[in-house]
């Protein structure tokens, strides 16, 4: 059992050492997320209507049911951007006077 607990803290510290990168700049880890759900979204509108054959009631049903995460990732993107000007803006206003 300690070998197991062992094993998934090694694999966790390797991920957090792969993942530092990305972690430190925020804009870049939201705009991956982005680009993810994007694909994810786009992937299963394929695959929904793959399976569905004519019928477009289940590819709209996915669409709409699953719109919401696309948004909030979007939103998530934005606030990031947004708030990165923002604090360029200030600490530019602050070193000028």
């Not at 998934?8 to 870049?28: C, D, F, M, Q, S």
């Not at 709409?64 to 993107?77: C, D, E, I």
Request: aromatic share 10%.
């Amino acid at each position: 059992m300690k070998t197991i607990f062992r094993s998934a803290r090694a694999a966790k510290e390797g991920a957090t050492y792969l993942l530092a990168p990305v972690i430190a700049r925020p804009l870049l880890a939201r705009s991956l997320q982005l680009l993810l759900v994007l694909c994810a979204y786009g992937a299963g509108v394929l695959l929904v209507e793959r399976v569905s054959g004519d019928a477009r009631v289940p590819v709209i049903l996915f669409a709409v049911y699953f719109l919401p995460a696309v948004l909030r990732s979007w939103l998530l993107f934005y606030w990031c951007v947004r708030d990165e000007v923002k604090a360029l803006v200030a600490n530019h206003r602050h070193t000028a006077s």
